[in-house]
């Protein structure tokens, strides 16, 4: 099958791999007709991260079942299903508590947690850019959709991951009817989180980025935006909340955050949003960090550590939760918010491309070029247009 493999960084190439297949009774074979590049592919393509070459990526994944396992008995070869990123067991300590981003059995390493598809340090399982995807614990991990899934994969794709990882921030930053949200970045997860505090209720929704296009998207869903090339967006915040700060806050960056003349500073939205939200406020923070990073300029940012403000987040009784979504606690419900014309996640594609155009849209969209907000791949339409 073809798939999109890691050469190196800043490299990949579309070439020939081993056929995904049938592997344990619980396995389901999916057709992938629609795969997602990911920001966090992004940090493995860029050779931050010890991803293998020859490995191929993909965690953001939807398509068709072609085949199941003898132990599978809910899902059926024809289902149109979409695919947590979190590969999980549905039985262990974790599963069992919704926490399927720290799954203990798919991790083969049992000092970590947590499993995915194409991933570094999350198991050895194949990426869905790619023809065909091998789903393992299938009738836990596929989400079954609905009659519209073919005609509207770029909506229900986003379940993947995108969507529910939004939410998960601001499900953590603990968002309700009313508040005033401040999100420090408009990538796609930064955008998702924008409409899923929209969902939630929040009166006002303030989105901080410097990206033209990006901001644009958050103006379409009535996000006020902040543009921190051009002000100051703690100020900015103030401003907009009678010098309060922001009632709740969601970190969508990561440790590759950087000002806007390109310099990192991994501790950069982090600190932002200590300063941007009110006493006794909460941020919830899905932006990647590592446990190392050997690129980073920073001494502290290569050890995986940062200059915290932690005195003030004390001293403001600020709460804060992080860490990977537990896409299975959400995706449901999201697909059903989808599915009744309540929520329409694609608003943020801006490319539908062939699998064999991947390296073009990885350079691109690893650029920030702008319009390329959101690639969506096809690997069963090889030599579309875009």
């Known amino acids: 099958m073809k798939a999109v493999v890691y050469e190196g960084p800043r490299r990949v190439s579309v070439k020939d791999v081993p056929d995904a297949r049938i592997e344990r009774p619980t396995d389901v074979l999916v057709r ?13 393509y860029e050779g931050r991260t010890d991803f293998e070459p020859g490995r191929w990526f993909g965690h953001e994944n939807l398509g068709q079942v072609v085949e199941v396992g003898d132990g599978v008995d809910k899902v059926a070869a024809g289902d149109w299903v979409v695919l947590p990123f979190n590969i999980s067991c549905g039985h262990c300590k974790n599963c069992e508590r919704q926490l399927t981003n720290y799954c203990l059995t798919a991790q083969p390493e049992p000092k970590m947690a947590g499993a995915a598809y194409g991933f570094a340090d999350m198991g050895p399982y194949g990426g869905g850019q790619a023809e065909l995807l091998r789903v393992p614990w299938g009738d836990f991990n596929c989400l079954r959709l609905g009659e519209d899934a073919e005609q509207r994969q770029t909506d229900y794709v986003m379940l993947a991951d995108i969507f ?28 998702m989180a924008a409409l899923s505090a929209t969902i939630r209720g929040a009166s006002k929704v303030m989105v901080v980025d410097r990206h033209p296009d990006r901001l644009r998207l958050a103006e ?3 996000a006020i935006t902040i543009d921190d090339s051009k002000v100051d967006p703690v100020e900015a915040v103030l401003e907009q909340t009678m010098g309060l700060g922001a009632d709740n806050g969601c970190e969508c960056v990561g440790y590759q955050a950087h000002e806007p003349d390109g310099r990192e500073q991994a501790n950069l939205t982090m600190n932002r949003l200590v ?27 290569k050890q995986g550590k940062l200059a915290f403000d932690y005195g003030m987040f004390w001293f403001k009784g600020q709460q804060l939760g992080t ?10 419900q999201l697909r059903d918010l989808i599915a009744g014309g309540k929520a329409e996640p694609s608003f943020i594609v801006s490319h539908e491309l062939p699998l064999d155009r991947a390296p073009e849209a990885y350079e691109h969209f690893d650029k920030r070029d702008d319009g390329w907000t959101k690639v969506v791949l096809h690997p069963a339409t090889a030599g579309a247009g875009a």
């Open 32 to 44: 992938i007709t629609s795969a997602n590049i990911c920001g966090s592919d992004l940090h493995m």
């Open 164 to 191: 529910p990882t939004g939410y998960h921030a601001t499900e953590m930053a603990g968002v309700r009817p009313g508040d005033q949200t401040v999100i420090y970045g408009a990538g796609p997860v930064g955008l």
């Open 220 to 222: 379409a869903i009535g």
């Open 275 to 301: 300063a941007s939200v009110r006493f006794t406020g909460r941020i919830g923070n899905v932006g990647v960090f590592v446990p190392e990073d050997p690129g980073a300029s920073d001494e502290l940012a």
């Open 323 to 332: 860490g990977q979504a537990p896409v299975k606690k959400y995706n449901r």
